[in-house]
């Protein structure tokens, strides 16, 4: 079965430093790689997704994530984060194939001070 | 933008009764599932739903838990004798078709068990 790691638990920032947040997945074949990202009181966004392809993918509000398939990780960026950013990012893997259930990350809870 | 929508938010509960946790996945999606987030802990799979059957189930799916689509537009969990361990917060997702693997989420609904 996959796991999903996420080495930071609370990642605190200010205005305009940048971000990378760390997500490595354990799973031999082919997986399919996400972030999402809980707004406070809101439910879970897609940020941004691997299939296949450019291994560097980008999302919405900036974020961008690289997959790296010799390290199994899919790391989180952004250059220039905001306070509106301050939210719970959760990475999640699904096996290629036929699964579909999601495998999630245990969160990191950014905050960003203004 | 279509939304996942689950009801109620926030409900509390004696041990041992049973509750029903409603979802309204997207309309023209197909696949249906159903998360759970323990405080503290990962989100965690339950259950996927797809062609008016379970296609996917975790070990934590046992027989106190079963899912139904009763019409064209809802989809429910019910726990059928709730125990202290079933306090979490839980999520519904719907996506679309084969391949995607979008998987989009409602907000959530607490469940307190007393």
């Known amino acids: 079965a996959q796991s999903v790691s996420q080495h930071n638990h609370h990642v605190i920032l200010s205005e305009a430093a940048s971000l990378e947040l760390g997500c490595n997945y354990s799973?031999?074949?082919?997986?399919?790689l996400f972030w999402y990202v809980q707004y406070p009181g809101q439910h879970l966004q897609l940020l941004l997704k691997y299939f296949s392809g450019d291994p560097l993918v980008k999302g919405i509000k900036g974020f961008e994530a690289e997959f790296i398939k010799s390290k199994f990780s899919f790391n989180l960026r952004k250059p220039s984060v905001q306070w509106s950013d301050t939210a719970e990012y959760f990475c999640?893997?699904?096996?290629?194939?036929?699964?579909?259930?999601?495998?999630f990350g245990s969160g990191t809870q950014l905050t960003v001070l203004p | 933008e279509p939304e996942v929508t689950q009801t109620p938010s926030h409900q509390v509960t004696q041990m041992g009764q049973e509750v029903i946790l409603r979802c309204v996945p997207i309309?023209?999606?197909?696949?249906f599932y159903w998360y759970r987030q323990i405080l503290g802990q990962k989100v965690e799979f339950l259950v996927s739903?797809?062609?008016?059957?379970?296609?996917?189930k975790s070990e934590i799916f046992d027989d106190q838990f079963s899912v139904e689509r009763p019409d064209g537009s809802n989809f429910t969990l019910k726990i059928r004798s709730t125990k202290l361990e079933d306090s979490a917060m839980y999520f519904c997702?719907?996506?679309?078709?084969?391949?995607?693997?979008?998987?989009?989420f409602g907000a959530g609904t607490r469940l307190s068990v007393l």
């Open positions: 799973y031999g074949g082919t997986v399919n």
């Open positions: 739903f797809y062609n008016n059957e379970i296609s996917e």
């Open positions: 999640a893997v699904t096996a290629g194939g036929s699964a579909r259930q999601l495998t």
């Open positions: 997702a719907s996506s679309d078709r084969t391949g995607t693997d979008i998987q989009y």
């Open positions: 309309s023209n999606h197909l696949y």
